[in-house]
T-cell receptor
Framework: AQKVTQAQTEISVVEKEDVTLDCVYE???????LFWYKQPPSGELVFLIR??????QNEISGRYSWNFQKSTSSFNFTITASQVVDSAVYFC???????????FGTGTRLTIIP | EAGVVQSPRYKIIEKKQPVAFWCNPI?????LYWYLQNLGQGPELLIR????????DSQLPKDRFSAERLKGVDSTLKIQPAELGDSAVYLC????????????FGQGTRLTVV
């Protein structure tokens, strides 16, 4: 069975600080995908990144970076020099190869204080 | 390119009444999903379509929920009769299909049953 755990329910940081959102996943499959989505107050889930289980290289996109470690079943997300516009709920999700169903975590509400 | 369009954005109904939600996916996307998001939770899959075929409806409460995707484009999700516990956000998403790619979400329909 698939399970995604986001232990941090809410995080608040002051603008320009770095912040890391944790994600731990469980799956019995050897081929799978991991995702991060952002949900601003408007409600729409915005796709941020997809990683497959064969690629453990960390990825950086502007102020965003992702750390994938299979050894600890973690896929953490770091925002560098946070901005007020980063305030949102962030969801980590996982799917198994051949099954296009996303299993989401419960989300982390991030508040950036100006 | 237009994103996933859902309507209505908000709906308030009395319990035992029927309600329907509409979704127009991104043009050319063969895969369409309906997700349910309860307050403070991550989305959970209700049903997934590949073109007009429902390929995963194991999580759809079939006694009161129904869905259709005629002609493999637009989709409607219906609840009849609605119960108080159905109050939630109903999210539609689409992806190109043909192996997993990221899903793109609409803004959702927030249903309140009173």
């Amino acid at each position: 069975a698939q399970k995604v755990t986001q232990a941090q329910t809410e995080i608040s940081v002051v603008e320009k600080e770095d912040v890391t959102l944790d994600c731990v996943y469980e799956t019995r499959d050897t081929t799978y995908y991991l995702f991060w989505y952002k949900q601003p107050p408007s409600g729409e889930l915005v796709f941020l990144i997809r990683r497959n289980s064969f690629d453990e290289q960390n990825e950086i996109s502007g102020r965003y970076s992702w750390n994938f470690q299979k050894s600890t079943s973690s896929f953490n997300f770091t925002i560098t020099a946070s901005q007020v516009v980063d305030s949102a709920v962030y969801f980590c999700a996982q799917s198994n190869f051949g099954n296009e169903k996303l299993t989401f975590g419960t989300g982390t509400r991030l508040t950036i204080i100006p | 390119e237009a994103g996933v369009v859902q309507s209505p954005r908000y709906k308030i109904i009395e319990k035992k009444q029927p309600v329907a939600f509409w979704c127009n996916p991104i043009s050319g996307h063969n895969t369409l999903y309906w997700y349910l998001q309860n307050l403070g939770q991550g989305p959970e899959l209700l049903i997934r379509y590949e073109n007009e075929e429902a390929v995963d409806d194991s999580q759809l409460p079939k006694d009161r929920f129904s869905a259709e995707r005629l002609k493999g484009v637009d989709s409607t999700l219906k609840i009849q009769p609605a119960e108080l516990g159905d109050s939630a956000v109903y999210l539609c998403a689409s992806s190109p299909g043909g192996g997993f790619t990221e899903a793109f979400f609409g803004q959702g329909t927030r249903l309140t049953v009173v």
